[in-house]
């Protein structure tokens, strides 16, 4: 069995096209589009995290919210720019989410994304060291946030406390028993996979990998999770790690389908230039049912991974994206094996 949940970016704009037209409506439509979607059997409600932008920003409130107003359904994100984040603060925040949904929290961190401004972690009190120092900032603050969601002491207590302290050195509270095995990183190239398995966390896929060996997306992130795998038994971890993939998945069943998503049809792999490299990124599946069937029992990196995302245009609103959701639960899913 597949695990299958959502991604949401929490886009909004002002534009009367949009359902999502203030960052109200962005946040309580992805508390109810959680909701929704567990009652149409979805295992997951992830939610992207963008800075300085008309998206989903501060997502552990989300998150709490999310988990308590639910009560099957996995809530993550995919991912946090761990450059922007305060380790121990962090810490904090995951854990208390984590309590409030039961423990179904399963967090994607990475190093980030392209930005909305010029190092915009600067203005969030954070700078790195010269050269590639803000990826190694970002490793940074995943050492430091890992090691504090472990529930160890670390802290000097004071010798005159307010109120009393258990004997030892003090950790961050709340602990959330079992986090550390939920967290997952958002790898874009087969090398950083590796290094997400020697860190023992699980591993998160995009549409994008900012490497091209020539073969098609698909190949070449099923070559990327299966190196990770690799590299999780060589570590000597316990256990078997997941995997998910996100893809854009629209199954057109009717007429308002066909008028979004028709054109999608045609989609295929690109190969672009980001941050100075090659890049490829991941078509776009839209058909009718039958086709897609067909069409996504040939995607190797999907056969691969335990779980997949499907993104979706939450500015389309909630009864729009849950149709997109139940279809393929409904219509895909089970034809593929998946159910």
Request: aromatic share 8%; net charge negative.
């Amino acid at each position: 069995m597949k695990k299958i949940g959502f991604l949401s970016f929490g886009h909004w704009t002002p534009s009367r096209q949009s359902q999502a037209r203030s960052a109200s409506d962005a946040l309580l439509q992805s508390i109810d589009l959680a909701v929704a979607a567990e009652e149409v059997g979805a295992d997951g409600a992830y939610f992207r995290v963008h800075h300085f932008a008309r998206q989903l920003s501060a997502p552990f409130p989300l998150l709490a919210a999310v988990g308590a107003r639910t009560s099957r359904i996995e809530i993550g994100t995919g991912v946090i720019d761990m450059r922007y984040e305060n380790p121990l603060y962090m810490a904090e925040d995951a854990a208390t989410a984590d309590l409030i949904s039961g423990g179904r929290l399963q967090l994607g961190i990475s190093r980030g994304s392209p930005e909305q401004v010029v190092e915009g972690y600067g203005y969030f009190g954070y700078e790195p060291a010269e050269g590639p120092g803000h990826a190694d900032m970002a490793r940074e603050h995943t050492r430091d946030f890992l090691d504090a969601i472990r529930g160890e002491g670390f802290a000097e207590p004071n010798p005159r406390p307010m109120f009393p302290n258990p004997p030892g050195l003090l950790p961050i509270e709340p602990h959330s028993p079992g986090l550390r095995e939920r967290i997952w990183w958002g790898a874009g190239s087969r090398a950083t996979a590796e290094w997400t398995a020697q860190q023992g966390m699980n591993l998160m896929s995009s549409t994008l990998l900012t490497e091209d060996t020539g073969v098609p997306f698909h190949q070449l992130q099923a070559e990327q999770i299966q190196r990770f795998r690799d590299a999780w038994k060589t570590a000597g971890h316990p256990g078997d790690p997941r995997v998910s993939v996100s893809r854009s998945i629209f199954p057109i069943i009717n007429d308002m389908d066909r008028a979004y998503f028709a054109s999608d049809a045609k989609s295929q792999d690109q190969v672009g230039q980001l941050e100075g490299g090659l890049a490829r990124f991941g078509k776009s599946y839209a058909a009718e049912p039958e086709q897609l069937v067909k069409d996504l029992a040939e995607d190797e990196a999907i056969a691969a991974a335990d779980t997949l995302l499907l993104t979706v245009p939450n500015q389309l609103g909630v009864d729009y994206n849950v149709h997109v959701i139940d279809s393929v639960l409904r219509h895909l899913a089970p034809a593929l094996g998946w159910r």
